[in-house]
Nanobody
Framework: QVHVTESGGGLVETEGSLGLSCTAS????????VAWYRQAPGKERELVAR???????DYVDSVKDRFTISEDNARKRMYLQMNSLKPEDSAVYYCDFDLFEGDCGGPGCSRVHYWGQGIQVTVSS
């Protein structure tokens, strides 16, 4: 069993900065991908940033050069640094740990997603 907890978020003015963090605990054997998503009222959930092991991070075009995703060495904590925030960045932000579980040296390996509870980010005009 894996438990994921998010922290950070809140209210910030336009052009301000905000940092989010997300921690996974429990039976974690191998991490495939860590990612941040967001969802605004009336809109579909959107992939904001993604980090694969040994690769450069991916960002949705609207946050490039403003947001930065990172993780700790154990890959059990991820971060999202948000700079130059805009009102359109307002949303509930969710972290996602994409984990390998089972016998991943042979048959029986599976991928399971664990999500944070969601944190509100509001950027005022």
């Amino acid at each position: 069993q894996v438990h994921v907890t998010e922290s950070g978020g809140g209210l910030v003015e336009t052009e301000g900065s905000l940092g989010l963090s997300c921690t996974a605990s429990g039976n974690i054997f191998s991490v495939n991908v860590v990612a941040w998503y967001r969802q605004a009222p009336g809109k579909e959930r959107e992939l904001v940033a993604r980090l694969r092991a040994g690769s450069s991070p991916d960002y949705v075009d609207s946050v490039k050069d403003r947001f930065t995703i990172s993780e700790d060495n154990a890959r059990k904590r991820m971060y999202l640094q948000m700079n130059s925030l805009k009102p359109e960045d307002s949303a509930v932000y969710y972290c996602d740990f994409d984990l390998f579980e089972g016998d991943c040296g042979g048959p029986g390996c599976s991928r399971v997603h664990y999500w944070g509870q969601g944190i509100q980010v509001t950027v005022s005009s």
